[in-house]
């Protein structure tokens, strides 16, 4: 919390009162686009992940029944 503080006291002296909204709302904007990617991200991990999965367990149900 107190490192938050100390970048947001630096941030205002540096950039001034003018600029802090424009500044604040590039790096929401920011932000928000790094999460989406993140989520999208997860998305196709977890997605390959199912199907190797799905691929593994077809191919254990194929070698048993050739047994």
């Given at each position: 919390?107190?490192?938050w503080l100390i970048v947001a006291?630096?941030?205002l002296i540096l950039l001034g009162p003018k600029q802090m909204p424009s500044a604040v709302r590039k790096i929401a904007r920011m932000m928000g686009k790094l999460q989406r990617m993140s989520d999208e991200f997860k998305r196709q991990m977890m997605s390959l992940d199912r199907k190797i999965e799905n691929e593994v367990e077809?191919?254990?149900k194929d070698s048993s029944s050739e047994a």
């Open positions: 919390m107190t490192t006291a630096l941030a077809s191919s254990l």
